[in-house]
């Protein structure tokens, strides 16, 4: 049984920085995307940003330039490093992973990943 679990969400202010980790564990695949998601109040999940094992990087275009999504394989776990964070990146956060090969706009859509995280919340204030 593929376990996600992410951590590091808290409240920040406007311009402030966090990282959050997302481990991945116990899953028997070669190929893995695993990637971030995002949910305010009230409003539809939405990809944040997307890492593949075979190296292709996806991001949402708010956050290009503020984000980072990196990988350590040794330790199974992937980063979401975020900074300049606005009042409009408050939600809580998801990891997801799923073992597909996606194409483009594929690897920022909730609705193909398998494996979720129970979610942390992360809160920007001004």
């Known amino acids: 049984q593929v376990q996600v679990a992410e951590s590091g969400g808290a409240a920040v202010h406007v311009g402030g920085s966090l990282r959050l980790s997302c481990s991945v564990s116990?899953?028997?695949?070669?190929?893995?995307?695993v990637g971030w998601f995002r949910q305010a109040p009230g409003k539809e999940r939405e990809g944040v940003a997307a890492?593949?094992?075979?190296?292709?990087?996806y991001y949402r275009d708010s956050v290009k330039g503020r984000f980072t999504i990196s990988q350590d394989s040794v330790k199974n776990t992937v980063y979401l490093q975020m900074n300049g964070l606005n009042v409009e990146d408050t939600a809580k956060y998801y990891c997801?992973?799923?073992?597909?090969?996606?194409?483009?706009?594929?690897?920022?859509?909730?609705?193909?990943?398998?494996?979720w995280g129970q979610g942390t919340q992360v809160t920007v204030s001004s």
């Open positions: 997801a992973a799923e073992p597909a090969h996606f194409l483009g706009d594929q690897y920022l859509d909730y609705t193909l990943f398998g494996y």
């Open positions: 890492i593949d094992s075979d190296g292709p990087i």
């Open positions: 116990m899953h028997p695949y070669n190929h893995l995307v």
